[in-house]
T-cell receptor, first 115, second 112 residues
Framework: KAGVTQTPRYLIKTRGQQVTLSCSPI?????VSWYQQTPGQGLQFLFE???????NKGNFPGRFSGRQFSNSRSEMNVSTLELGDSALYLC??????????????FGQGTRLTVV | DQQVKQNSPSLSVQEGRISILNCDYT??????FLWYKKYPAEGPTFLIS?????DKNEDGRFTVFLNKSAKHLSLHIVPSQPGDSAVYFC???????????FGTGTRLKVLA
């Protein structure tokens, strides 16, 4: 079974631009979560999508948004990029029901550098 | 406000000995806890988890202990191997969500 696939792996953008990152979850998984990892803040939860609906949201500004498609693939978008948005963005894929206490599986991440 | 804390940024252990990684949390609503291992430039890899209804879970060389009254969990790796050298993150979630709150990580180095 293929794992979580994130594209692109590396990205360099200029301040003020916007960026879209993509995540394909494990086949059969309907929940996709996004995390930002920075050296200073560690791994921080951005949002979670399930069946095309945002189910949970972290404490990030509105410049960070996401969506999920009917095939469970997800994209996240960051508008008006700032230098502080430079980070490793990780996508995690999970089965249907979190009440089953099952773990999330992470992709390799997209390294975004804002210059 | 750091709800999940890993107070030891790094730990060095001799090969074959026990590695003990610690994690503390403050939110009593957390009911599911996980440990992930991470290598540089890769995503975290799931290791082991524990539900709040248990106080111990074991999987091969890895055992997680949960002390709810102290709001503390620990990961024991026995015996430690050089391939275990990585950054270890504990994470917690509440009320059956996939919103994980992560600690800041502990870098484990297993010396051959």
């Amino acid at each position: 079974k293929a794992g979580v696939t994130q594209t692109p792996r590396y990205l360099i953008k200029t301040r003020g631009q916007q960026v879209t990152l993509s995540c394909s979850p494990i086949s059969g998984h309907r929940s996709v979560s996004w995390y930002q990892q920075t050296p200073g803040q560690g791994l921080q939860f951005l949002f979670e999508y399930f069946s095309e609906t945002q189910r949970n949201k972290g404490n990030f500004p509105g410049r960070f948004s996401g969506r999920q498609f009917s095939n469970s693939r997800s994209e996240m978008n960051v508008s008006t990029l700032e230098l502080g948005d430079s980070a490793l963005y990780l996508c995690a894929s999970s089965p249907d029901s979190p009440s089953m206490n099952t773990e999330a599986f992470f992709g390799q991440g997209t390294r975004l550098t804002v210059v | 406000d750091q709800q999940v804390k890993q107070n030891s940024p790094s730990l060095s252990v001799q090969e074959g000995r026990i590695s003990i990684l610690n994690c503390d949390y403050t939110n009593s609503m957390f009911d599911y806890f996980l440990w992930y291992k991470k290598y540089p430039a890769e995503g975290p890899t799931f290791l082991i988890s524990i539900s709040s209804i248990k106080d111990k879970n074991e999987d091969g060389r890895f055992t997680v202990f949960l002390n709810k009254s102290a709001k503390h969990l620990s990961l024991h790796i026995v015996p430690s191997q050089p391939g275990d050298s990585a950054v270890y993150f504990c994470a917690a979630s509440a009320e059956g969500t996939y919103k994980y709150i992560f600690g800041t990580g502990t870098r484990l180095k297993v010396l051959a």
